[in-house]
């Protein structure tokens, strides 16, 4: 069984970095690997992906410029560097796998993705 743990949330002024990780276990070899968030009252939305051999990212609009996802195969864990942050972008950040198989590329719904952590707060004071 897959398990995800992610970890790196808190409470930060806006302006501010976090990182954010997410270990995966259970697993020979993760796919491709994303972050997803969730404000209060709003649905989950996408915010960054990597594929597997991290030579493809993609971003939401919003984040770009400011957030960076990468990845440690050797550890199957997926980060998720946080700068210049704003009261927006507070939520519950989610960590999401998909199994080694087919195309590699960044998938950017949840239905692509097999697994997924349990969140963790992100909140960005103004």
């Known amino acids: 069984q897959v398990q995800l743990v992610e970890s790196g949330g808190g409470l930060v002024q806006a302006g501010g970095s976090l990182r954010l990780s997410c270990a995966a276990s259970?697993?020979?070899?993760?796919?491709?690997m994303g972050w997803f968030r969730q404000a209060p009252g709003k649905e989950r939305q996408f915010v960054a992906a990597?594929?597997?051999?991290?030579?493809?990212?993609t971003y939401a609009d919003s984040v770009k410029g400011r957030f960076t996802i990468s990845r440690d195969n050797a550890k199957n864990t997926v980060y998720l560097q946080m700068n210049s942050l704003k009261p927006e972008d507070t939520a519950v950040y989610y960590c999401?796998?998909?199994?080694?198989?087919?195309?590699?590329?960044?998938?950017?719904?949840?239905?692509?993705?097999?697994?997924w952590g349990q969140g963790t707060q992100v909140t960005v004071s103004s």
């Open positions: 259970g697993l020979t070899r993760a796919g491709g």
């Open positions: 999401a796998c998909r199994s080694y198989r087919g195309p590699d590329y960044p998938r950017t719904t949840e239905y692509e993705y097999d697994s």
């Open positions: 990597i594929n597997w051999n991290s030579y493809t990212t």
